[in-house]
């Protein structure tokens, strides 16, 4: 079984740069607090650790 992981935004998105908000979209984050549990693969981490500063990453086991 893949290990999963856990995306809370947790800061606005507003006044942020469009990269930003693309990979914000593209994980599947819409409005403020909202979660999503994915797959923990290199290219979902590679996309967290571009906005550390915009969401919280949890580990589900």
């Not at 979660?35 to 981490?45: K, W």
Request: charged share 30%; net charge positive; hydrophobic share 40%.
């Amino acid at each position: 079984m893949s290990a999963k992981i856990k995306v809370t935004l947790v800061r606005s998105m507003v006044g942020r740069p469009e990269k930003h908000r693309k990979i914000v979209r593209g994980l599947g984050l819409r409005k403020m607090n909202n979660s999503i549990e994915l797959e923990d693969t290199p290219s979902i981490r590679g996309m967290v650790n571009h906005i550390p500063h915009l969401v919280k990453v949890e580990e589900i086991q």
